[in-house]
């Protein structure tokens, strides 16, 4: 059987690397996942159920071998606001007061619907499109929200908002617990790499308080993760329109949260890593698991970054490690929970806090004066997005159509033209620099029409149509030549916008010159077969 498995996973010593790692992430899963729970209003099992399946999942099913997926806070925020109204509903219907988790869980069924959506229309492969400054500010952001919500862990009660601070010896303590963590993490790849530091650092740790009687310090006060297999869900809410209607938006927005972070972790790690994922796969993957996930009770998850680079730094690299790490917090839930809940929180703060120093992108520091202050605005504006809202679509989002919106204004200005008279007496604009809405303005206002001789020839050999809106630019053009009783030609443009000119019936006469650009689907000879790029 291990033959198997071995032979299905990779060799000996990578599967050994997966199972360890895999043991590290399931460890670090546990915390979190209660602590989401608790965020979004719901029982801690809901929480360590949405981990443990979608971790399971998405490692069996994704794009991304390696991947860590669970439980999250960014899509916790948003279920807060569902569970809260869920419930008023079901108490205004007469379903009692405590329905909103169901509604949460049909939610997560329809998120997971709308990401296998996603995937089937192959919308994953957008991610290509986010700029580096965008990719930077996100793991700078997210960075911080780890670092911040590590805060909680030095009161006297993490799980209780509003908790008092530790003072005195348990502060020190803590403290010094978690420099032990960071050290152990830190030395021990100098020494050997056969075993994961992280999962050295918190059996050490443990060992320690355990070995001391420090019970100040072990995970207290947090409910208890015993429990059962999941079961199927019973549902009591009205499974209909008024439902949909209530509960699509939120689902929407849980989607989007979802596949966003997701897709930038797989890009992350695939950095890491120097291999490639499949954002396709990766998308109907997470759409898989949250569907199976909300039939079973579970709050739904996407990517957990901080988990995936601890797996990456243990060493997992393959599916295994993320189906390891599902199983073994399985087992924690049916069988060690008594156990689980003596390993002490600064072992698994400070294994946090190096997912924090490994994730920021300290390099940005050096390079801010160095790039473009477009790009250094939007690296600053993703970052500062991602920690006063913890809301990572909307950073992401926000980061794009900035840069955008930078690119637009920069390449605006880069539309030029240079005029020439022929012998004939015919005049000759050569235009430079990309045609599209930002650059229209300033390419109607460098022609006049009544100042020009009869006939105008404007050659495009070195500018490009982008869009629609510079097509109906040379179409008014020629509208205003002729308006004006002269005419207007134009060389040097490709043999696509020839036609879209000609189907809108365009006044401006096309001249087809042999050397006119023409983009083709090139065609590769490969030995023995032959492929379209």
């Not at 988790?101 to 939610?107: G, S, V």
């Not at 996100?138 to 009660?157: K, R, Y």
Request: charged letters at 15%.
């Amino acid at each position: 059987m291990f033959q198997i498995i071995f032979r299905k996973f990779g060799n000996r010593i990578q599967a050994k690397d997966d199972l360890l790692s895999g043991l590290t992430v399931a460890l670090a899963l546990v915390p979190e996942a209660v602590a989401f729970a608790i965020i979004a209003g719901v029982s801690p099992l809901i929480g360590l159920y949405a981990a443990f399946m979608v971790c399971l999942l998405t490692a069996v099913l994704g794009g991304r071998p390696g991947m860590i997926s669970g439980a999250t806070g960014a899509l916790a925020v948003i279920m807060v606001s569902l569970v809260l109204l869920g419930n008023e509903r079901g108490e205004a219907l007469g379903l009692g007061s405590e329905m909103g988790t169901q509604y949460l869980f049909a939610a997560v069924i329809l998120m997971g619907v709308i990401q296998i959506g996603c995937g089937v229309l192959k919308l994953g492969r957008f991610v290509r499109l986010i700029p580096q400054p965008v990719m930077f500010g996100f793991v700078n952001g997210l960075a911080i929200v780890i670092f911040e919500a590590q805060f909680p862990m030095f009161t006297e009660s993490p799980t209780t908002p509003g908790s008092a601070w530790l003072v005195g010896n348990d502060l020190q303590l803590m403290i010094g617990l978690i420099a032990l963590t960071m050290a152990i993490i830190f030395l021990l790849p100098k020494i050997t790499t056969q075993f994961p530091s992280s999962l050295a650092a918190i059996g050490t740790v443990s060992l320690v308080v355990i070995g001391l009687d420090l019970d100040t310090l072990v995970v207290r006060d947090m409910a208890s993760i015993g429990g059962e297999l999941p079961s199927l869900v019973s549902f009591s809410i009205p499974l209909n329109w008024d439902t949909l209607v209530f509960i699509a938006p939120f689902s929407f927005i849980l989607a989007a949260v979802g596949l966003i972070e997701s897709l930038m972790t797989l890009t992350l790690i695939d950095e890491l890593t120097e291999t490639r994922g499949n954002s396709t796969r990766e998308c109907l993957g997470q759409g898989v698991a949250n569907v199976a996930t909300g039939f079973f009770g579970g709050m739904g998850g996407c990517a957990m970054i901080g988990q995936s680079i601890i797996n990456i730094r243990s060493g997992g690299r393959g599916r295994l490690s993320g189906i390891s790490a599902g199983l073994f917090l399985l087992a924690f839930i049916l069988f060690a929970s008594s156990l689980i809940e003596k390993i002490p929180l600064a072992a698994l703060t400070g294994v946090m806090f190096m997912v924090v120093i490994g994730t920021f992108e300290w390099s940005s520091f050096r390079i801010l004066r160095k790039i473009p202050k477009t790009d250094a605005f939007v690296l600053i504006l993703v970052s500062g997005i991602t920690v006063v809202t913890h809301n990572l679509a909307l950073a992401v989002i926000s980061g794009v159509i900035v840069s955008a919106l930078g690119f637009a204004w920069k390449s605006a200005h880069h539309i030029h033209r240079e005029s020439e008279t022929l012998k004939d007496g015919a005049k000759v604009y050569h235009l430079s620099g990309p045609l599209f809405f930002g650059s229209v303005t300033d390419f109607n206002l460098g022609f006049n029409p009544a100042d020009d001789p009869d006939c105008v020839i404007v050659d495009m050999k070195d500018s490009r149509v982008w869009d629609h809106s510079g097509l109906e630019a040379l179409h008014k053009l020629g509208e205003r030549y002729l308006s004006a009783g002269k005419k207007l030609k134009v060389q040097h443009i490709s043999r696509n916008c020839q036609e879209l000119l000609r189907k809108a019936g365009s006044m401006v006469d096309i001249a087809v010159l042999p050397d006119d650009p023409n983009y083709q689907v090139a065609q590769i000879k490969l030995p023995e077969e032959s492929t379209s790029v």
